[in-house]
């Protein structure tokens, strides 16, 4: 069974800093890998998609790579801003459902 | 494009009545819709799979004959919370893709807001 976590739970930065979020699965045989941002009792943001064959993918400020042999994923943020605070959600797509299985999330808070 | 909406946005019903929550495909023909559901600091967990015209594949531990779920067309699923009660109260988010077989991206709805009491 498939299981995703995500470190920090939470996080609080001052504004402008560069950050990483960090998150791991336990099972490699994955079709593709996706960062969500999600506001409070709002739906899901899309930010970037990786296909397992892709290392990285890029968007504006934030980068997301993929190491699919070690179960890992991380997502820079560049100079961060306070419009950047919310929850960012890690999920992996696989499985012959193409199930989309979801970490808990990291609460990010910029603070100005 | 790949629009997803859900309608009402937030519901508070009764116990022991049922509520109806709708997911629209606006742009695209959704051939597979997803529904979740997500407590307060959890993830979103996979309550079923329905593909367009065929019956809904419902993740374990989840009940069918308590979430009905309907795909009648490619651009509308409806889930119905039967008989319910304040254990149910969640938020639940619908997704949709474009694709059999889902291997393509799912695209979210913003999600509804219920409240049992």
């Known amino acids: 069974k498939q299981e995703v976590t995500q470190i920090p739970a939470a996080l609080s930065v001052p504004e402008g800093e560069n950050l990483v979020l960090n998150c791991s699965f336990t099972?490699?045989?994955?079709?593709?890998l996706q960062w969500f941002r999600q506001d409070p009792g709002k739906g899901l943001t899309s930010l970037l998609l990786?296909?397992?064959?892709?290392r990285e993918q890029t968007s504006g400020r934030l980068n997301a790579s993929l190491d699919k042999s070690s179960g890992r994923s991380t997502l820079y943020i560049a100079a961060s801003q306070p419009g950047d605070s919310a929850t960012y959600l890690c999920?992996?797509?696989?499985?012959?459902?193409?199930?989309?299985?979801f970490g808990k999330g990291t609460l990010l808070t910029v603070n100005p | 494009g790949a629009v997803v909406s859900q309608h009402p946005s937030r519901v508070i019903c009764k116990s022991g009545t049922s509520v109806k929550i709708e997911c629209r495909s606006l742009?695209?023909?959704?051939?597979?819709m997803f529904w979740y559901r997500q407590f307060p600091k959890q993830s979103l967990m996979l309550m079923a799979t329905?593909?367009?015209?065929?019956?809904?594949?419902?993740e374990q531990g989840v009940e069918k004959d308590k979430f009905l779920i309907n795909h009648a067309s490619l651009t509308l699923s409806t889930l119905t919370v039967t008989s319910a009660h304040p254990e149910d109260s969640s938020f639940y988010i619908c997704?949709?893709?474009?694709?059999?077989?889902?291997?393509?991206?799912?695209?979210f709805g913003p999600g509804t807001r219920l409240t049992v009491t």
């Open positions: 997704s949709a893709s474009g694709s059999s077989g889902s291997r393509s991206e799912q695209y």
């Open positions: 099972d490699s045989a994955i079709y593709n």
């Open positions: 990786i296909q397992s064959s892709q």
């Open positions: 999920a992996v797509q696989g499985g012959s459902n193409y199930k989309l299985t």
């Open positions: 742009d695209f023909q959704a051939t597979t």
């Open positions: 329905s593909n367009e015209g065929s019956k809904a594949t419902y």
